[in-house]
Antibody, heavy 119, light 107 residues
Framework: QVQLQESGPGLVKPSETLSLTCTVS??????????WTWIRRPPGKGLEWIGY???????NYNPSLKSRVTISIDTSKNQFSLRLSSVTAADTAVYYC???????????WGQGTLVTVSS | EIVLTQSPNFQSVTPKEKVTITCRAS??????LHWYQQKPNQSPKLLIK???QSFSGVPSRFSGSGSGTDFTLTINSLEAEDAATFYC?????????FGGGTKVEIK
């Protein structure tokens, strides 16, 4: 059973950079069958896809966030990470890491972590 | 970007009732449409993949149908534990997009 766990600060100041890491267990981020993704849910709103990464390091980002987002992967630690720069209150959300099976559907999700942007 | 429009936004239902949620895509996406259930304070869980295929371990009362632009999630004989927000998701083209969600409340 694949499990994912997000970690990182729960509070970030405006204009700073949000950084989260997702640790994967029960499976390998080096698997060629999967992509690894970040999704967020702002309070009272629906789900928003942020982007995904393949084990090779190839990435694809949501155009609405592309200028501020970097997703990276560390196969030696079985982790992947999210960095979102120049954050504002609008970036306050529960952030989920998840596995995308074959670039298609999302079959495993982390429990999510709330990140609040506030001074 | 493909826009997914779900309806209704909210539904209050009695146990054992049938629930139907629709998801309409702004352009044809074949069957690249998936459904998730998110209960309060939990992460979303995959219910249906490729419009109509049940994911492993999902109760048989959940079913999906549709192709092209119009899709339906059906819950036959709703149970109290099914209270949640349901989302559709398309993977036909990037960026991935989600519907706005349908909250199902138990009366």
């Amino acid at each position: 059973q694949v499990q994912l766990q997000e970690s990182g600060p729960g509070l970030v100041k405006p204009s700073e950079t949000l950084s989260l890491t997702c640790t994967v267990s029960g499976g390998s981020v080096s698997s060629g069958s999967n992509y690894w993704t970040w999704i967020r849910r702002p309070p009272g709103k629906g789900l928003e896809w942020i982007g995904y990464i393949y084990y090779s390091g190839a990435t694809n980002y949501n155009p609405s966030l592309k200028s501020r987002v970097t997703i990276s992967i560390d196969t030696s630690k079985n982790q992947f990470s999210l960095r979102l720069s120049s954050v504002t209150a609008a970036d306050t959300a529960v952030y989920y890491c998840a596995r995308v099976f074959g670039e298609l559907f999302i079959d495993y999700w982390g429990q999510g972590t709330l990140v609040t942007v506030s001074s | 970007e493909i826009v997914l429009t779900q309806s209704p936004n909210f539904q209050s239902v009695t146990p054992k009732e049938k629930v139907t949620i629709t998801c309409r895509a702004s352009q044809s996406i074949g069957t690249s449409l998936h459904w998730y259930q998110q209960k309060p304070n939990q992460s979303p869980k995959l219910l249906i993949k490729y419009a109509s295929q049940s994911f492993s371990g999902v109760p048989s009362r959940f079913s999906g149908s549709g192709s092209g632009t119009d899709f339906t999630l059906t819950i036959n004989s709703l149970e109290a534990e099914d209270a949640a927000t349901f989302y559709c998701h398309q993977s036909s083209s990037l960026p991935f997009t989600f519907g706005g969600g349908t909250k199902v409340e138990i009366k």
